[in-house]
């Protein structure tokens, strides 16, 4: 009896899973490949992220607010834990087997699943509505590839792949000296499509910060096999969908800016994302070079002290913030610090700061040969100051910016005595006297042995170990 219940309760599940999916409008792994497979209903093959997967995510974005009343996460196999975000608050997810939150009353327009383990593989994600499951399928997708007429350096940061990631903290920067006049963006479909109309997020849309001051599109061409069409962009966020009448058919979409906006202190051109729409919806162009791009980064780097760092959790030592970093082989990383500090018996202070971009490792080697590797980040910080009185008003401010510069990688395993000596000499000026004591502490060679990393640089300056 139990198993005829269970195989119809199944029944019910799969018949109202399979009528109308809700198509995403975006499906994105903070790392890795694979992930559209947490949705083809098949519980034993899913999505991992490289390395430690701790911090590590899925992001569910859907087209319209969608009332979520539950959210199901099957693993592979094995178990582990879960953070499950529904707008951008949280709820921890649980269970043994599957792992469950609730998204609450309100429709909610993305669902983030923060991986809380080491190691966990997400074998599938399921929604319900109103008690019954809801059908929620991917993005679609057309087999393609694309280029750019210029992209601005370094490329890993700014390459046109980042307009059809589904994320808007990434996109395309030009590179030519003007401000993006007459460059373009080209896409070649593996097979004729006919497009009707082309969605576009104009300018960096990172963060209203990174959108003022960079130059945005004003009109485009779009054109293809079957002809062009000249398209006015409004000069705000958000999304701008774009009728083409008649509808360009063919194998070749090509997309020219013609005139831009001005950015108050960048003169590089920014798109954020781009989406097509055909007679069926809208899809979005894919290959797979992000992922042949992070394999060739892991390969790379194997002689290098990224190595030691890359996709692994790690955690702040000696300075007075304590927090997080994950500097991952796709590029990308995420890092969060809080500084607490008492002014008085009644009053107290606290300073929050998640980071999150691009760091790319440079060519150029240091002048002083001391063995670290040297990148750049590409970043936007949200800071959030917290003050806190027992017996009067509390406040709170946030703000949201660029930051990033160039920076130092050190590790202790790889490097010399020499070099090792002559970065002791620069923990000697005013100000690192907390490095100075931890590395006198244990030594290079004992912070070797605990896999301990040095970061100098204008965002990063700390210890960091892998946990």
């Known amino acids: 009896m139990t198993r005829t219940c269970c195989f119809f309760a199944f029944t019910l599940w799969t018949l109202s899973a399979a009528a109308d999916p809700v198509r995403l409008r975006g499906l994105v792994a903070t790392s890795g490949a694979g992930v559209e497979r947490v949705l083809d209903g098949d519980d034993t093959k899913g999505w991992q992220p490289p390395g430690r997967a701790t911090k590590e995510g899925v992001t569910f974005a859907f087209e319209e607010p969608t009332k979520i009343d539950k959210v199901a996460i099957t693993p592979c196999q094995g178990g582990g834990s879960a953070l499950v975000y529904c707008d951008g608050s949280y709820r921890t997810a649980a269970g043994t087997k599957v792992l469950e939150a609730s998204c609450g009353d309100q429709p909610v327009r993305t669902v983030f699943l923060q991986i809380m383990s080491d190691s966990f593989c997400v074998g599938e994600v399921r929604f319900t509505q109103g008690g019954a499951a809801l059908a929620v399928a991917p993005p679609r997708t057309v087999a393609a590839s694309f280029d750019a007429s210029s992209t601005l350096a370094p490329a890993e940061a700014f390459h046109p792949s980042f307009l059809f990631d589904g994320r808007l903290d990434f996109g395309w920067a030009e590179g030519a000296p003007s401000s993006g006049e007459k460059e373009s963006v080209t896409v070649r479909f593996d097979a004729a499509q006919t497009v009707s109309a082309v969605e576009v997020w104009n300018g960096y849309q990172r963060s209203d910060d990174h959108f003022a001051k960079n130059a945005r599109a004003k009109t485009v061409t779009v054109s293809g096999d079957g002809g062009q069409i000249t398209l006015q962009l409004a000069d705000k966020s958000g999304p701008q969908k774009l009728a083409l009448d008649p509808p360009i058919v063919g194998k070749t979409l090509k997309i020219t800016v013609d005139a831009v906006y001005p950015g108050k202190k960048y003169k590089d051109l920014v798109l954020s994302e781009l989406r097509f729409f055909d007679a069926t919806g809208p899809f979005m162009p894919a290959s797979s070079y992000r992922e042949e791009k992070q394999k060739q980064f892991i390969a790379a780097h194997k002689a290098t002290p990224a190595n ?160």
């Open 308 to 467: 030691a760092v890359l996709d692994a959790p790690l955690t702040t030592m000696c300075s007075a913030n304590s927090g997080s970093l994950k500097l991952r082989s796709n590029a990308s990383f995420i890092a969060d610090f809080t500084e607490d500090e008492a002014v008085d018996a009644t009053t107290e202070r606290s300073v929050k700061r998640v980071i999150e971009g691009a760091w790319v490792p440079s060519p150029e080697k240091s002048a002083a040969k001391d063995g670290a590797l040297v990148f750049d980040l590409y970043a936007k910080q949200y800071l959030s100051r917290a003050t806190f009185r027992a017996y009067g008003k509390s406040s709170k401010k946030e703000t949201v910016g660029i930051i990033g510069g160039k920076h130092k990688l050190y590790d202790f395993a790889s490097m010399s005595d020499a070099a090792y000596a002559a970065l002791v000499e620069t923990w000697k000026a005013p100000g690192g006297e907390a490095f100075l004591a931890c590395g006198n502490e244990r030594g290079r060679a004992g912070l070797a042995k605990e896999k301990i990393v040095f970061i100098s640089g204008p965002v990063f300056n700390d210890f960091f170990v892998a946990k």
